[in-house]
């Protein structure tokens, strides 16, 4: 059968669809038939019909929007026969081939369409023809005559031609057609899909395929860490957490024992994994304490012979040698709930769900250039700990080289003249009693404890600044300073832990784990989900090879509960959420999905002056 598509208006970028496999199939699911139908369109609008002939001519596409592509065809027929003119009737046995083509009946649909592709027929719609004629040789496994056809049509088309090949690409046995593939057909796009395509395939086999047909997969990229990637029936999850199991203070088997919360939150996803179809998990709980030397003797449990993935562990002194273990035996190391670059330095094995210190500095740096905000004076404040000082340093120096200028770079005062000095260094960016800035810049402020996040605000506030102020996620959380505020001074928080709670997804986990445990799920509880769901979902569709397939992706991946994940060419994620409050809700401002009302205005009155 003929997969069935709705015809449906949606916004699109192709050139970032067919940056990544989910690209594709969005691309192919959802692009190609809205583009195939507009088409159709656009050929009808060169006709001129009477009437009474458009009038069941609209009557007969409705009835293909609606999938009534039988009834469809027959008001297409009785249209041929009513018709007066050759244009109107190869345009409607055009549209009968489609609607036959939409039902599934390829047989008629490429009776109609080769009678219409004859050279003796002159007709200004004999390109959407061809077009289609390629997809009926594709849908009956005839790659040859599909790519003849393809190569009929004229050089303007070349576009809608090659979507039509990427479909076929991605939903078929790539292999089939690469040795028919001449020069012309072999586009980037077209590269992509096959290295995607061949990426499950072990460095062998891509040899014997190179071999076999030689130049035209000569752009396939030997894998870098040389995986075969495999699949199993069932993969072994070690957690290495410091529970404490054996230890009887109250405190380390209390639910406010942040790593308990942590894996009460793994133990929702491996749930939810073994409740989906697919492969199946088995989760190795090891107890670290807090000690490197226990950690060593884990690596030696006969258990760890079989293990696929680990979570954890969580301090630096256990976490050498689960990093050294990792490396040796090319297991991938997830570490649910850190920022610290240092742990993915070495280690082409090792991940962390949240970007790095660096990397949020450089993207909220980026973000900042891309929207024109204004660099012109950069007013940098940091706090004392190594993620507040990281970020900051990241940020400076990545505003410097984007042509931005730091005016201060500044640690944050904790003496009792710390305020006034706050003041001061703000003091060329106030605004007077009658709204003129003085001096243009922004506020970086990467500050994360609460008693100074106030100072800063309140210094803000004091000074009438109106420039873009930027803070960490930690000022969401502060009970001396609420959403109200954040709003009214138009602060952007970049939030990576931000939790979407607008999705389906987090409120079935929300509900799940409050079955479970009798509590809503806290900070902890989210990181452990996220990390054994979104990895776990990875390893079931790619194999041991999913890395590859994360770090050659250049789109963004939805999460679960939050945002998106990019690891292109990366070990942390390089997606860093900016949450703006719009009418007392958070928004995630950076997000593709994110559409400013001024765009919503100005698509609502092009609508009306449509």
């Known amino acids: 059968m003929v997969r069935k598509f709705d015809f449906v208006n949606l916004p699109f970028n192709i050139e970032a669809m067919m940056k990544s496999k989910k690209g594709f199939y969005h691309f192919i699911f959802f692009v190609i038939p809205f583009l195939i139908f507009t088409s159709l369109i656009s050929t009808a609008q060169t006709i001129e019909l009477s009437k009474k002939l458009e009038s069941q001519y609209i009557y007969g596409k409705e009835l293909i929007n609606k999938k009534q592509y039988s009834q469809a065809k027959e008001v297409f027929h009785q249209l041929i026969t009513k018709s007066s003119s050759n244009d109107e009737k190869c345009f409607f046995e055009y549209m009968k081939a489609v609607s036959s083509f ?21 007709w ?52 089939e057609i690469i040795p028919l593939l001449s020069s012309s057909f072999l586009t ?17 086999e891509v040899g014997e395929l190179k071999k076999e047909f030689g130049k035209t997969l000569s752009f396939l990229k030997e894998n870098e860490n040389n995986s075969i990637s495999t699949y199993k029936n069932e993969y072994n999850v070690a957690v290495l957490l410091p529970l404490f199991l054996e230890d009887s203070t109250d405190i380390f088997h209390s639910k406010k024992w942040f790593p308990n919360t942590l894996y009460q939150g793994i133990k929702i996803a491996l749930e939810t994994l073994n409740e989906e179809d697919g492969s199946k998990f088995n989760l190795h709980v090891f107890d670290t304490k807090k000690e490197g030397t226990h950690v060593k003797k884990i690596l030696q449990d006969t258990s760890f012979q079989h293990v696929d993935l680990i979570l954890g562990p969580l301090y630096t002194k256990t976490l050498s040698p689960v990093l050294e273990y990792s490396r040796k035996n090319k297991i991938p190391v997830i570490n649910p709930i850190s920022s610290n670059p240092k742990i993915i330095e070495k280690n082409a094995n090792a991940f962390l769900t949240a970007p790095s210190y660096k990397t949020i500095g450089t993207k909220l740096a980026d973000y900042v ?72 810049g922004h506020v970086f402020a990467s500050v994360t404890e609460e008693i100074p996040s106030v ?39 970049f939030a990576p832990h931000f939790v979407d709670y607008n999705k389906k997804t987090t409120n079935q986990f929300i509900t799940r784990y ?22 776990g979902r990875w390893i079931k569709e790619y ?43 958070p928004v995630i401002i950076n997000s593709p999905l994110y559409q400013p009302d001024s765009l919503k205005i100005e698509e609502e009155e092009k609508l009306l002056d449509d």
Request: glycine share 4%.
């Open 102 to 122: 939409k039902a599934g009946d390829l047989k008629n649909a490429l009776s109609d369409l080769t009678s219409l592709t004859n050279k003796g027929v002159i």
């Open 543 to 585: 194999g041991s090879g999913f890395t590859n397939y994360i770090q050659n992706n250049e789109d963004l991946i939805s999460s679960e509960v939050y945002s998106f994940y990019n690891y292109k060419d990366a070990n942390d994620n390089q997606f860093v959420p900016i949450v703006k409050f719009i009418d007392t809700a």
């Open 188 to 204: 980037e796009e077209v590269k992509k899909i096959i290295s995607l395509k061949t990426q499950r395939l072990s460095q062998e």
């Open 369 to 440: 250039h891309q929207q024109n905000i204004d660099t012109a004076s950069a007013f940098i404040i940091y706090g004392s700990s190594p993620k507040e000082i990281q970020v900051a340093k990241a940020y400076k120096e990545k505003i410097e080289s984007n042509g931005g200028h730091v005016f201060a770079y500044e640690p944050f005062d904790y003496s009792e003249d710390g305020f006034e000095s706050l003041l001061a260094t703000l003091d060329t960016i106030k605004t007077d009693s009658l709204g003129i800035v003085h001096y243009h």
């Open 124 to 175: 200004d719609g004999v390109n959407d023809a061809k077009l289609l004629l390629s997809q009926v040789y594709f849908e009956k496994n005839l790659p040859r005559l599909a790519l003849k056809s393809l190569t009929e049509v004229s050089s303007e088309r070349k576009q809608d031609s090659n979507r039509i090949l990427y479909q076929y690409l991605i939903t078929k046995k790539t292999e």
């Open 514 to 535: 409050i079955e479970a445990f009798g509590e809503n799920p806290n900070h902890y509880a989210f990181c452990g989900f996220e990390a054994l769901y979104q990895f």
């Open 455 to 493: 100072n800063i605000l309140s210094a803000l506030q004091s000074l009438q600044v109106q420039d873009p102020i930027i803070v960490p996620e930690e000022w969401l959380s502060h009970s001396l300073i609420s959403f109200e505020q954040l709003e009214q001074e138009g602060l952007l928080v």
